[in-house]
């Protein structure tokens, strides 16, 4: 599995760094965002470090989908039903902010802070 020692995500699937964590399987975990935006806000990560959506091939589709197909399951867990949001930024002008990809999930009720 590849994986970056100075990467925050890489440490935090390798346990090094606590998370609150709603989902773990072979190839992803789900946890909070330490700094939410929203009353819900989860990150899904690939365990396998992958810079950002810049560095995806399509040999991560499926991995692409499971990360998707996922975060329906882990809203409804979390108790939203009215609605949700799904945002990948990509590289530093995309908003990037931790070069590991990484799916973000918002929900409940508005207003956010930001979004």
Known sequence: MNHDPHCIFCKIVAGQIPSKKVYEDDDLLAFHDINPWAPVHILIVPKRHITSMADVTMDDQALLGR???LSPRLMRELGV?????????????????????HLHVFGGPRPWKKG
């Not at 009215?82 to 945002?87: F, I, K």
């Not at 990948?88 to 990809?101: F, K, P, R, Y």
Request: net charge negative; charged share 10%; hydrophobic share 40%.
């Open 67 to 69: 990360m998707l197909a």
């Open 81 to 101: 039903g009215n609605g949700y949001r799904h945002v990948i930024n990509t590289g530093a002008d995309g908003g990037q902010e931790v070069m590991h990809l």
